[in-house]
């Protein structure tokens, strides 16, 4: 961030002082599911196991019984719904399979135009699956803002105004004016609108899609971590921590935990990302800041905030941070850190009319980040089973496409999703420990530098030209 008003560190101390250690979505008691029993026994046989009851999963069994109701699919989930990326997102629901339009232009030129096709058509699917089965969780599309902070940032939100248009993605510039009538802050100077994006009360979709599901006749079964798959047969045996299921079949959709299939360590790196929510706003603080179409924010930095209003009137304010702990370590001690604090003044630089707002909640979830920030997928023990993993953060309507893809591979299907670049080929694999961990700090300084200058450094050059990035 630029040189911004100066936040007291008393006023980042009050605002935070009340902030419970927990993920607003889910400490909602009165919303929460009963839980789902565990599976238990080794007899169990299915036609397809789903790994993972997170949203790749979970429209992993919706779709396979909409494709043939006969078939008999159970999802195992290693804790209770929604507590890992599905359930602590910020609830941003992107058309976009491709991290964003530019990052489509960049890898698949020649398939841009038909991904950003079946985006379209995976949002608009979305949409309909929500309403069809009756899933109560806050989905409406307001658009969009991605704001300039910086001078130079004024200029990079132009050329994406720009690219929208070329490829006749709808796009609209904003001067600083023009921003600040949307949304008010002294530190908008510009900004870009895309009106397709949509917004989301991520755990009640997924605890929606998980009702939906057993409403189809799926299995659910929570607090079963999946120990291991064997090839037999005919079957693949899906070993449990308490016993085991023998399936046809099995997609495995495990984000950022490596789960069952080493090889995904390759591709993918684990990630934390901090996020804030806050009290209600009263109607004082929301006329201060205006905020009447309720769009999604963003920055249009390396390291960016993401937020965005609730229907009750909170703010969610996440992002920036973008931590990765050697030597791709996952541990809930790391979800508390200095990242809140650091997220909280920038809050206030953003917002400085906000001063003596209040944060309820802190929290954090890990991001499966790819080379690429595009998904990984394939198929392993001789094709009977099949992954999709590494959303980078932007998975909460992708996931729906990723699950299609990682039905068509495990049953054989040769169609239009998997004859997809992005499906065929795989992003560049990270290299081992310790280069990685040595990578992610040379790119992380590289990005926080071109923040403050406007300029690309020789390593992000360097990094470009192999065709491997780093993002949250």
């Given at each position: ?10 006023a ?10 927990d993920?607003?979505?889910?400490d909602r ?6 839980p ?25 069994a ?34 976009s ?12 030129p ?14 608009a699917?979305l ?20 704001l ?19 490829h ?25 609108f895309?009106p ?12 929606g ?8 006749g799926v299995?659910v ?42 090889r ?12 804030l929510?806050?009290?209600p ?5 929301l ?12 920055d249009?930095?390396?390291?960016f ?11 969610l ?11 791709g ?10 990242s ?6 920038h809050?206030?630089?953003i ?6 707002i209040r ?5 954090a979830?890990?991001?499966?980040t ?6 990984v ?14 959303y980078t953060?932007l ?43 040595l ?34």
């Amino acid at each position: 961030m630029s040189a911004a008003p100066r936040v007291a560190p008393a006023a980042e101390r009050a605002a935070l002082a009340d902030a419970v250690p927990d993920v607003f979505w889910t400490d909602r008691p009165a919303l929460r599911p009963t839980p789902r029993p565990a599976l238990t026994g080794s007899g169990h046989r299915a036609d397809l196991v789903v790994v993972g009851g997170g949203f790749t999963g979970l429209w992993a069994a919706v779709q396979a019984k909409e494709e043939d109701p006969g078939r008999d699919v159970v999802v195992l989930e290693r804790g209770r719904l929604g507590v890992a990326a599905s359930g602590r997102n910020g609830g941003f629901v992107s058309p976009s399979l491709t991290h964003g339009l530019a990052q489509g232009v960049a890898c698949w030129p020649d398939e841009v135009a038909t991904l950003e096709r079946l985006g379209a058509e995976n949002m608009a699917g979305l949409t309909a699956d929500v309403e069809r089965y009756g899933i109560d969780c806050d989905l409406h599309v307001p658009g969009e803002l991605t704001l300039a902070l910086d001078r130079h940032q004024v200029g990079a939100v132009r050329e994406a105004v720009d690219l929208h248009r070329r490829h006749g993605a709808p796009a609209s510039l904003l001067t600083a004016e023009e921003a600040r009538a949307r949304v008010d802050s002294p530190r908008y100077l510009g900004g870009m609108f895309d009106p397709t994006v949509g917004l989301v009360d991520p755990a009640r979709l997924l605890w929606g899609l998980a009702d939906a599901a057993e409403r189809l006749g799926v299995r659910v079964h929570e607090d079963t971590a999946v120990t291991g798959l064997d090839a037999e047969t005919t079957r693949v045996h899906v070993r449990t921590e308490w016993g085991g299921v023998r399936a046809r079949r099995v997609v495995v959709g495990t984000g950022a935990f490596r789960g069952v299939l080493r090889r995904l360590s390759w591709y993918t790196l684990p990630v934390y990302d901090h996020v804030l929510m806050t009290e209600p706003l009263g109607a004082a603080q929301l006329a201060a800041v205006g905020w009447q179409g309720r769009e999604g924010l963003t920055d249009a930095g390396n390291r960016f905030h993401y937020y965005r209003r609730t229907l009750d009137d909170r703010v969610l304010f996440g992002g920036y941070d973008a931590n990765y702990h050697f030597p791709g370590r996952i541990d809930p001690r790391l979800e508390q850190s200095g990242s809140h604090d650091l997220l909280a003044r920038h809050f206030l630089r953003i917002f400085p009319q906000l001063e003596g707002i209040r944060f309820t909640h802190r929290w954090a979830g890990v991001i499966d980040t790819t080379s690429r920030f595009t998904p990984v997928f394939g198929t392993a023990l001789g094709g009977r089973v099949a992954y999709a993993v590494g959303y980078t953060g932007l998975g909460v309507a992708s996931t729906r496409f990723g699950a299609l893809v990682a039905l068509d591979l495990a049953d054989g299907r040769d169609t239009e999703r998997t004859r997809l670049g992005m499906v065929r080929r795989k992003p560049l694999p990270f290299p081992p420990e310790p280069l990685r961990g040595l990578g992610v700090a040379l790119t992380r300084a590289g990005l926080a530098a071109e923040d403050r200058t406007g300029r690309r450094g020789p390593w992000l050059r360097a990094m470009d030209a192999v065709g491997i990035g780093f993002d949250s």
